[in-house]
DNA sequence: TTGCATGTTCCGGA
DNA sequence: GTCCGGAACATGCA
């Protein structure tokens, strides 16, 4: 599930439940999802305060607890859940923070991802490691000074989240189709207006994507059709074209994204 | 059984 | 130093 929509939606959860509840105890059911810390200090830095106002940057999801920060990253199939106290575990629980109203659950079926803990907001930086600007609020001279030094493809610099933090492999590719760029274009070969309509996807993308909490899989999205056998373009209904761009399975549309 | 999956990291090579 | 491909990580599903 999660790119940068998910974790907002996570967000979400978190600010509508969990947001001035005071934590009793943090209950560590799989400690491999604990990185750089260990479930006696995150309890230790945990146990007694209360949930403050959370962010995100990229697909981190950043929780203030008192002065700390609990980092969390979802990895391929993570989430967030509030649920009400006592409720039965599920198999792929890895994480619950209990409070008085109920508890917030990280679930994770694969285990990539992480829970983190940075000490105070100083620290937040380096536990993420070194992200590039949130892609949501990117202004178009920021997105334009990125892409300046970059070299390689620009499927490769859009997921790069050095560069800019937040987008993968489905958002990514649904702002190429959008802005009508094929995924293996070298970033030096893009025109100073192909550049501008980029930007205009990765607003728009994100924009839309936000009230929904996962990218649409509406009727103009790529993601609606591309697991189809014979996926064809929602645009002009040619046959997509799938292949590996930058380490990943890419979808595009051979008419629209010429190379 | 094999291949693939919305993420990240590490390694070798160009 | 930059960039890319491939493998690894852990798990479930078609």
Redesign the pocket.
Known sequence: ???LP?VEGFRRVLAANAVGERIASVEVL?R?MLKGTTPRALGEAVNGERFGEPERH???LIAPVGKARVLM?????GLLEWVRRGERRH??DRVVFLCAAGELVYRN?????AIRLARDEREVGRE??GLGPDAQQLSRDDFHALLA?????I???L????LL?G??????DEILWRARVNP?T??PELSSRRRDRLHDAVEACIRESIPTG??PHGRDWLTRV??ERDARCPRCGSRLR?A??????A?WCPRCQRA
């Open positions: 599930m999660p790119e998910d799989d491999y990229g697909k981190w990253h979802f990895g391929m199939t198999p792929h079926m694969r285990r990539f991802g993420t490691g030094k970059r070299r390689g493809s499927k490769a610099a997921m790069d989240q050095r933090a987008l993968g492999n489905l958002l990514t293996r070298p970033v996962r990218v591309r697991d799938k590996t761009v930058a380490g990943r399975t979808c």
